[in-house]
């Protein structure tokens, strides 16, 4: 089976860095994708991670490590529009499906 | 650019009554997904299927059916067997956008119990 662990809730400042973790225990592991969700819409790509260490994107970075089974997300220099649901998804070794965690909301504060 | 295409944005079901929910795409990708999200509870498998004519359950197919006819549509019927329907429905597909393998998602589909 499948358990992804993320925080709830959390609250940032514009301009700031914040980090969300996300933890998994899986039966199988063929990678692991990170999904922003605002309200009433659908997940958009974030990033992916098969390989331990730093994956950089802009203001978003991606890390895995794979025998800690722990990920995180960075978002750098927070903007109100980074208030969101991010999700934390796992890939079974079949390559077939994805487990989602329950996502973290992330508000950013003036 | 393709996408993915999910209608109606929402739908009322009264008791009893079976209702389909389409999903379309256009970026000739072999699989495709159907998603339940509800408050608090992340998105869970309903069903998916890897190619024309096959597909499997996910973890709570029960109430629910699908075909899978052409490649393009993925059709989803909430039956009256599911006794608790109203939830956001998410249709997703997999394969190559931009050169990123991965799940892309359809805008979804909100149904509502009267």
């Known amino acids: 089976g499948q358990n992804i662990d993320q925080p709830t809730e959390m609250t940032a400042t514009e301009g700031a860095i914040v980090q969300i973790n996300c933890t998994y225990q899986t039966s199988g592991f063929n990678g692991l994708f990170w999904y922003q969700q605002h309200a009433g819409e659908a997940p958009t790509f974030l990033s992916y991670?098969?390989?331990?260490g730093l994956e950089e994107k802009g203001r978003f970075s991606s890390f895995l490590s794979r025998s800690k089974g722990y990920s995180y997300l960075l978002l750098k220099e927070l903007q109100m529009k980074d208030s969101a649901s991010y999700l934390c998804a796992v890939r079974d070794e079949g390559y077939s499906t994805l487990t989602f965690g329950k996502g973290t909301m992330l508000l950013v504060s003036p | 650019d393709g996408g993915i295409t999910q209608s109606p944005k929402y739908l009322f079901r009264k008791e009893g009554q079976n209702v389909t929910l389409s999903c379309e795409q256009n970026l000739n990708h072999d699989a495709m997904y159907w998603y339940r999200q509800d408050p608090g509870q992340g998105l869970r498998l309903i069903y998916y299927?890897?190619?024309?004519?096959?597909?499997q359950k996910g973890d709570i197919a029960e109430g629910y059916s699908v075909s899978r006819e052409k490649k393009e549509s993925f059709p989803l019927t909430v039956t009256s067997a599911q006794k608790n329907p109203t939830a956001f429905y998410l249709c997703a597909s997999r394969g190559l956008k931009r050169g990123q393998e991965t799940q892309y998602f359809g805008p979804g589909t909100r149904l509502l119990v009267l």
């Open positions: 299927s890897q190619i024309v004519n096959d597909f």
């Open positions: 991670n098969v390989l331990d």
